[in-house]
C-alpha cells in the first residue's frame, strides 16, 4: 500500500474581504486543519490480515556515525543555546521514544480510537534524530532521517537529514516546520509540526522514553496492542 499523503483544498480570499472571512487564508486554513488531516492521514485504511512483529528493537541504519559515544556527544555539545550562549547539553535527550495514544493505554490490547500506528522517535549525539512510523496497513515503515539543530528556548529544530529529499513527519511528505522539546521531569518530547502540538496529551498523543514494538499489528481487525521492545522499558515510569 502506498504511504498515505496529506491534502488539503487551497481556499482563495476575494479581494476586499475582511473580518472572519480573513481566516479563510491558506496559511490560516492550514494550521487550523492540520490535526484533523493527521489524524485522517492515520486511519485512511480498515486494518486487516497485518501480521504481528517479535518483540526485538527495529533499528535505522546508523552506520553513519563515528567515534565514541562521549566523543560525539561532546561534539553536539558544541552547539550552543542562542537564548544563554551557552554550551547545548544533548545528554537528556539522547535516546529512543515511543509515541502513544491516549485512546488506548499503552500495553494493553484494544481499539485504539482509529490511531492504528507504531512510531518512535530516536536522537543520537551525532546530531541526527530519526523516526520509524509503522501503520497496520503498511508492508514496511516509513523511516525518516533528520538533523537536529538546538535553537532558542529550549528547542531543537529538525531539519531534513541524509538521504531526505523534504521534511517529513509520520505519515506527512511535507512540512514546513518542524521542532521537538523536551519535558521534565520525566523526559517526555513535546512536537511543534507546522504549528500543532503533539505530545504531553495534545493531539491526543504522549511521547514517552523507550521504543515500542508490535504484539499484535491488527490481527484480528480492529484490534492491535505495542509495548516497549526488550529491554526498553525505563526503570522510573512516569504516571
Not at 64 to 69: D, H, I, L, N
Not at 124 to 141: F, V, W
Amino acid at each position: 500500500m502506498s504511504e498515505p499523503r496529506l491534502a488539503a483544498r487551497e481556499l482563495r480570499r476575494p479581494p476586499g474581504v475582511r473580518g472572519r472571512d480573513a481566516d479563510l487564508r491558506p496559511e490560516h486554513l492550514r494550521a487550523r486543519l492540520r490535526p484533523y488531516m493527521m489524524l485522517a492521514s492515520l486511519a485512511l485504511a480498515w486494518p486487516t490480515g497485518c501480521q504481528c512483529s517479535s518483540g526485538e528493537l527495529v533499528e535505522v541504519d546508523s552506520e553513519g556515525s563515528s567515534g565514541t559515544f562521549e566523543e560525539t556527544l561532546a561534539a553536539s555539545s558544541g552547539s550552543g543555546d542562542e537564548s544563554t550562549g551557552e554550551p547545548f547539553d544533548a545528554s537528556r535527550w539522547i535516546g529512543r521514544y515511543h509515541f502513544e495514544s491516549t485512546f488506548l493505554p499503552f500495553g494493553e490490547s484494544g481499539y485504539p480510537g482509529g490511531n492504528y500506528t507504531l512510531t518512535n522517535f530516536e536522537i543520537l549525539p551525532d546530531s541526527r534524530a530519526t523516526m520509524l512510523h509503522d501503520h497496520c496497513n503498511y508492508k514496511e515503515p516509513i523511516t525518516i532521517e533528520y538533523q537536529w539543530l538546538p535553537s532558542e528556548n529550549g528547542w531543537l529544530i529538525l531539519q531534513p537529514g541524509a538521504g531526505e529529499r523534504s521534511l517529513r513527519f509520520n505519515a506527512d511528505p511535507d512540512v514546513e516546520s518542524l521542532r521537538v522539546r523536551l519535558i521534565e521531569p520525566c523526559r517526555e518530547l513535546e512536537f511543534d509540526y507546522d504549528g500543532t502540538m503533539i505530545g504531553m496529551g495534545r493531539s491526543f498523543t504522549l511521547i514517552r522514553p523507550g521504543a515500542s514494538c508490535w504484539v499484535d499489528k491488527c490481527t484480528t481487525g480492529s484490534i492491535m496492542q505495542v509495548d516497549y521492545c526488550d529491554g526498553e522499558q525505563p526503570e522510573d515510569v512516569c504516571p
